[in-house]
């Protein structure tokens, strides 16, 4: 299994879609800080500007650790659209390329195939949500310096600087969590047609459709809600509160966590009955 995952890496890496999402982060990544260089003092003070005339604050509010929250929480809606790039690329490739019937003579099982497929994008996944961490968080440490994590939500909460680094670490490894859903329903939809650009779309549509009926105000779509695999991808922001709901983000986990396995279960199977000659 080893082998074959690090022959489809390599297979991945050779293509220049692999690293559209490593180039796209890295570039929005750098204009925020950029942008946040220069203007950073004044977003802050427009953030707190109901709350300057009532409390002083002391320290560096504005850091390192401030920025990669900001960049996290923007870059993020817009990730997934990097993951099925690839993950809607790795078996309609194959049908594309016409190289199915080649792949599928080799003396190794479907399953060890699909299994190793399905593995490289977990993997790709991971590195990308790697590179945001190291660029947004690493980098804009480099640049702005520590503090304490000034975080704005329903009220005004502020983390010491000795209460962060976990926080944000959980936070990424959530994301990546999240992200590999995302690839398995791309992987699932690249299972069904012979061409890459329709689980890219699939995908993003079934993405987008969730988002709109969650934001219906209307009680069965209320009652559903908590059934959508997109209404757990943003727990990660729990770990940001100053009270952890390790419950709620636990049962998000298993909820992703079923769904990845649901899907990697059907797509095997579909994957294991395919017609080599079609």
């Given at each position: 299994m080893i082998t074959l995952t690090w022959i489809e890496l390599q297979k991945m890496f050779k293509k220049w879609r692999t690293y559209i999402g490593f180039i796209a982060i890295g570039v929005l990544t750098l204009i925020v800080q950029v942008a946040l260089y220069y203007t950073g003092e004044k977003?802050?003070?427009f953030e707190m500007r109901s709350l300057s005339d009532s409390f002083i604050f002391t320290g560096k509010l504005f850091n390192g650790y401030l920025v990669a929250n900001l960049v996290l929480q923007g870059l993020f809606v817009h990730i997934p659209f990097l993951i099925v790039l690839v993950g809607g690329d790795l078996l309609a490739g194959e049908a594309t390329a016409g190289t199915y019937r080649m792949l599928l003579t080799r003396p190794v099982s479907r399953l060890k195939v699909i299994s190793a497929k399905f593995f490289a994008g977990i993997i790709y996944t991971s590195l990308l949500l790697f590179w945001l961490a190291l660029i947004s968080l690493g980098g804009s440490l480099l640049i702005f310096g520590g503090g304490?994590?000034?975080?704005?939500k329903s009220k005004l909460i502020i983390f010491a600087s000795n209460d962060i680094l976990w926080r944000f670490a959980y936070a990424y490894a959530y994301a990546s969590l999240s992200m590999a859903t995302v690839m398995a329903y791309s992987f699932f939809f690249s299972s069904l047609v012979e061409n890459a650009i329709g689980p890219i779309v699939a995908t993003m549509a079934l993405i987008i459709i969730l988002l709109i009926l969650s934001a219906i105000p209307v009680e069965f779509l209320q009652n559903l809600q908590p059934y959508f695999f997109t209404s757990h991808m943003i727990k990660w922001n729990g770990f940001f509160d100053d009270v952890v709901n390790y419950k709620d983000?636990?049962?998000?986990?298993?909820?992703?966590?079923?769904?990845?396995?649901?899907?990697?279960?059907i797509t095997s199977a579909i994957f294991i009955k395919k017609d080599i000659l079609s």
């Amino acid at each position: 299994m080893i082998t074959l995952t690090w022959i489809e890496l390599q297979k991945m890496f050779k293509k220049w879609r692999t690293y559209i999402g490593f180039i796209a982060i890295g570039v929005l990544t750098l204009i925020v800080q950029v942008a946040l260089y220069y203007t950073g003092e004044k977003y802050l003070k427009f953030e707190m500007r109901s709350l300057s005339d009532s409390f002083i604050f002391t320290g560096k509010l504005f850091n390192g650790y401030l920025v990669a929250n900001l960049v996290l929480q923007g870059l993020f809606v817009h990730i997934p659209f990097l993951i099925v790039l690839v993950g809607g690329d790795l078996l309609a490739g194959e049908a594309t390329a016409g190289t199915y019937r080649m792949l599928l003579t080799r003396p190794v099982s479907r399953l060890k195939v699909i299994s190793a497929k399905f593995f490289a994008g977990i993997i790709y996944t991971s590195l990308l949500l790697f590179w945001l961490a190291l660029i947004s968080l690493g980098g804009s440490l480099l640049i702005f310096g520590g503090g304490e994590l000034l975080v704005m939500k329903s009220k005004l909460i502020i983390f010491a600087s000795n209460d962060i680094l976990w926080r944000f670490a959980y936070a990424y490894a959530y994301a990546s969590l999240s992200m590999a859903t995302v690839m398995a329903y791309s992987f699932f939809f690249s299972s069904l047609v012979e061409n890459a650009i329709g689980p890219i779309v699939a995908t993003m549509a079934l993405i987008i459709i969730l988002l709109i009926l969650s934001a219906i105000p209307v009680e069965f779509l209320q009652n559903l809600q908590p059934y959508f695999f997109t209404s757990h991808m943003i727990k990660w922001n729990g770990f940001f509160d100053d009270v952890v709901n390790y419950k709620d983000i636990f049962n998000s986990v298993w909820i992703l966590l079923a769904n990845i396995a649901g899907l990697f279960a059907i797509t095997s199977a579909i994957f294991i009955k395919k017609d080599i000659l079609s």
